[in-house]
């Protein structure tokens, strides 16, 4: 099989856990966001409870940042890795009755922290779902990607 | 506060896990969606890996199913419940360089499947992400949503 | 080893989890609290946030449930069981600075959920210590205890 | 929001992992304690197995230090940390029908050790109380808390 | 593909947790057993060991006991389900150095526990190799095989 | 207690997590093999689905590999670390109808891999029994041994 660059395949096919023990230990970043659109009489509820107890979003910010911790568990080839810092921003979009999810994750390690920020915000945007699917159960949610990535041999990429 | 319909919260705002004692065991199914679009270089590599050793699908496969079994792990306020059944289909979509996944969950239980189909969904896209990034940062993951559940006292919904 | 009625344990001296195959499934339940005691300035910090984002509460009573869900993964001879319900109510006791914590866990099982409420409660009060301990190291967790259980053979029992 | 001193918010109010990021790596440890008290014929059946097979105290030891993996699991904003070593007194107060359980972790690491500390004492305390609840439902576990922390740059803080 | 009784494939080979959902709640049980070969000066000192506190064998069965309950983390196709309980035998052979390891298994499920009591006995076999390889990395694990199954539609099964 | 050498336990028998806070963080590798013997007809059945979509060697390998991940989950007093790689190779030895697995785990760390290699090796061979189980309840799963190790103070050991 010639080598096409995806690295997480050997010469032979077989899946790895790519060897990063030639790397650097850098400081890495990386920003991920998620899109959660739904029904408007289910924003104005999201909404509405904002900056009360029974929050979606603080549950959902919470579920994130778990949920960044577990990413080595989720992504089969995903190495672990420890985290400096994770966070989740949430802007409440009324005239598209969308919610726009940024998370942000860094680490000082030798491989990157991409699939910890992805991890966290489709996480975050999965427990809005739960959390509103009693009323809603047409919610998309869309656009999950990466926005920026720094720190690494290969330097910063930004969308 | 006035009850708006999002069983999460208690009269007072509080999370909790809603009671589901009261319901009956039932048979319950759900199928979910997602999407990966990616660059067309980067779609001919996943094809071309297709039916050999080094399937980027097929380790998305597994990610999903194994995902699944972890959603009350990552969802805060989902019941603990165990699965039937857990299986995605995927189908690759040339004219838009898009991966469509499919995931179906069945279960006999007081609960339904859809946040464990939706998890299956979104893991095994983000595994997707994570077997191509060395090659194509700028992937994006979209349309993660429900398009049918069965069972329960709710019954049937479909897209 | 004369038997002592630690069941925990086989007749020599072996660990084993006890075999609820010959029991019924029930409804069980089980009411556990904690307390936590603080500074008064301490006490205060987590008052005024109260019904704000940045609740301590909030935070806890997230972690509490999600700890229940761990409690079979903690407490080594325990029986992995599903769970109808969790909730946890906080009580701001001004006078003694002191926050008290009740947890509920129900289930339809065979076996009880005593160590689920248990866990809730001790997750809970750990978390508090968590989110403040930048300003205050010298918080005491105290009185984790049962206060009620029902269901199952052994019935009803209540502090 | 005034700031007052709770670091796991944002200014906002939002929920975060502080960024340890620019900490330097150094050598934490940190001592927690925890109490078990019982009926007196509990105690004694407790110390009656004591270097013993069957011995409740060698369980909860173990479940002490495993919890002690688990503590970013619990926790929600905890950092997850690699751990140097853990370990677990135990000491049988015979005339207040007492356990008094101490735990020990330390860590190479960014941040501090004081979560899994209190995490292995108080997963401790509640083994001992799932060994022993089959014949004394009304244990207590009490003075969750910590003796000791040092390393770090807030150095050294003792009870 | 012509089927070939490989369950956990469907018709066109992609992996599926296969659907139980047909199936009845029947009581089922699994016995497994492992084995681990070690140098005749390590023999010795675990024996030397047994009845007290250190004792290797009692680290090993609490492993196997918890690893029983990770059996379908670890088991990419494997349903989670509950467990009726679990209990290790360890018989010490001097004349050949070796400590042969049982586990047996047993839940009300709609499908088996064989993997369950053979992940017991493998964890518990890990457990003892850890425990002792600070003086003897030569030991040799071996013989992990099913020597039992009963209940469900397959019935019983005898090696 | 004399002093036997079984590094984890305390002088007094307790179990504990050795410190290895003092020793250096060096690159550390470890490789180690298990096999998986079956009847000649299942033999010919996976050998016959190797490089085709619904190879049971393609599923195993992700389970190694995600099992060396969750090696400090199940082995009591094993350390949790990071892994730099893992990687898993299988040869079918067609005249004994067996399966010979390979597994390297490496990492930068102050303790050894040698307990991920063996985790991986394991959980290897657990997945092939599982996936073949439906026709062959019979197969054996044997010699999980240590190969090899290098790195850190003890240096290297090799069978």
């Not at 919610?99 to 945007?125: F, K, P, Y």
């Amino acid at each position: 099989m010639a080598f096409d660059g995806l690295t997480h395949f050997d010469d032979e096919g077989g899946a790895h856990m790519v060897d990063v023990g030639g790397k650097e230990v850098t400081s890495r970043v990386a920003v991920a966001a998620a899109t959660v659109t739904m029904a408007a009489e289910t924003f104005q509820k999201v909404k509405n409870r904002q900056m009360k107890k029974g929050d979606v979003i603080e549950v959902a910010r919470l579920a994130g940042i778990t949920g960044a911790k577990r990413t080595s568990d989720l992504i089969p080839l995903c190495h672990p890795i420890g985290l400096d810092s994770v966070s989740l921003d949430f802007d409440l979009v009324e005239e598209a009755n969308r919610i726009d999810i940024r998370a942000t994750a860094s680490v000082s390690s030798r491989t990157g922290v991409e699939m910890e920020a992805l991890t966290a915000a489709s996480v975050a945007a999965l427990t809005i779902y739960d959390m509103c699917k009693a009323v809603d159960r047409g919610m998309v949610i869309g656009e999950v990607k990466l926005l920026l990535k720094d720190g690494g041999k290969s330097g910063r990429w930004e969308r």
